[in-house]
């Protein structure tokens, strides 16, 4: 019989948990080690919309949308993921962009359905301000990010993987270009592959191979209400700002792709935002803003994920990406495969790190 395969997975966010699940599941043996604790960084400080929305190419549209299909599959794997095909209604585009996004991807097999100011009524009674036409797609959901992510973990730890939170990786340790470990705040661990899914923290990791990851952090600043009677259905993407209701009952919202910018004053940014967003909702007199979120998101410079070995680096597989929520499921059943039988799924092909150097 082989050995099983040793994988260190730096990161505890979304991506490091599913494609520690995936390879744990797969056979291998999986130490994970975070800085953070389980739950990441961004993750939790995410909109955590399940879509293959407008603004993408067709390549990305048909690995997005594998993802949502992977995320059924993955909630019905692992207890404890809650998941909730929620639906979307979309009307943050004037009505000739909303239109063609309709026809584009309508004819890719996307669900959805063109409504009215009626029908957006239906959908969300509880919207003071409705739009005179938008999209819906009931297939778009969400994962709550931080208790997904930390169920993913739970069940990886079960099957047999290891988790050291509270650990950061310093450099990956290298000879004859092949990665053979990282060096820790808590000691040298060696493995025959390092996986990078450290979301911000990964370009200074991969760099101390050599490997240079093109990725910018933009902020997000997402306002949290305290927990309130139930007054939105699904995930409202208007012309001002997106939200939606967290498991928790909490109404959340960002302006900008489900974060604002922060601006120079935050603390005044996200009052006026809970402010708009309170005003568009009926019956929401009793709410009140509890906290405020600013979240880095993990974008290549190109806003297309990184996925893939570095050419020239033996032995480490990197993935980072925006949109980490929405594709989770699918990075991590792919990254596994690739890792441990050398498949490489052609979904992923736009993705790799080579067409930066291209
Ligand atoms: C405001 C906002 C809104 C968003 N909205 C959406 C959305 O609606 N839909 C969607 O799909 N996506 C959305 N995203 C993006 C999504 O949240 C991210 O792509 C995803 O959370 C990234 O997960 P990750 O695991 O890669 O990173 P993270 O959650 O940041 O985790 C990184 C992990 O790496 C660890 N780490 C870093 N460096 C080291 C090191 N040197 N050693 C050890 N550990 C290290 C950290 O401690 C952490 O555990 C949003 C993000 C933000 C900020």
Known sequence: MTEAKEVIVTGAGIMGASIAWHLTKAGAKVTVIAGSGAGGVATPNSFAWINA???????????RIRSMAEWTRLANEVPGIPLQWCGGLCWDLPRPELEAYAAEHSAWGYGIERVDRAGA??????????????????????????????????????????????VTATALVRANG????????????????????????????????????????????IVHS???????NGLMIGDRLHMRQTAEGRIIAGSDFGGADPGMDAAATARDLFAAMKAMLRGADGLELDFHTIGYRPTPVDGFPIIGRAEGAGGVYVAVMHSGITLAPAVGLFAAREILDGDRDPLLDPYGLARFTQ
Do not use: C, H, M
Request: charged share 20%.
């Open 226 to 232: 305290r927990p309130y009677q139930k007054l939105l």
């Open 53 to 63: 929305s407008w603004g993408n190419p067709e390549p990305y549209f048909r690995l």
């Open 178 to 221: 092949q990665v053979s470990g990282v060096d820790t705040s808590a000691g040298r661990i060696v493995a025959d592959e390092v996986v990078i899914a450290a979301g911000a923290g990964s370009p200074a990791l991969a760099a101390t191979a050599g490997i240079e990851l093109p990725i910018g952090t933009p902020p997000g600043l």
């Open 121 to 166: 009524a239906r959908i969300e009674p509880n919207l003071t301000e409705l739009p005179d036409f938008a999209l819906y797609v009931a297939e778009e959901g969400v994962a709550e990010p931080v208790a997904a992510t930390q169920a993913l973990l739970a069940d990886a730890e079960r099957r047999g993987a290891r988790l050291l939170t509270g």
